[in-house]
């Protein structure tokens, strides 16, 4: 299967999947921040581009609820 995502947001899309894995919940915008070591606008803008282009969903209004809509075997390793 094509990837459609760039290397970027693979790795963010492999830290929202394997940080709920560790901790039974999506990440905060600023748990990503503190580890791709970027800025809160730069995290944010990310995640409305995952939900942009579908492989992610959020609810509205609703702390951590980040929830991937791409099957781990279409996920890259974690660098």
């Known amino acids: 299967m094509k990837k459609t995502y760039t290397d970027k947001q693979g790795q963010y ?3 929202i999947y394997y940080y709920a894995k560790i901790h039974g919940c999506a990440p905060s915008e600023a748990e990503m921040q503190q580890y ?3 800025s809160p606008p730069a995290v944010h803008q990310m995640v409305l581009t995952l939900e942009s282009r579908r492989l992610i969903e959020r ?3 609703q702390a951590r609820s980040i929830h991937l809509l791409i099957s781990r075997e279409e ?4 660098d």
Do not use: E, I
Not at 75 to 78: M, R, T, V
């Open 59 to 61: 609810t509205p209004g």
């Open 36 to 38: 791709f070591r970027v």
């Open 13 to 15: 899309l492999a830290f």
């Open 75 to 78: 996920l890259p390793d974690l």
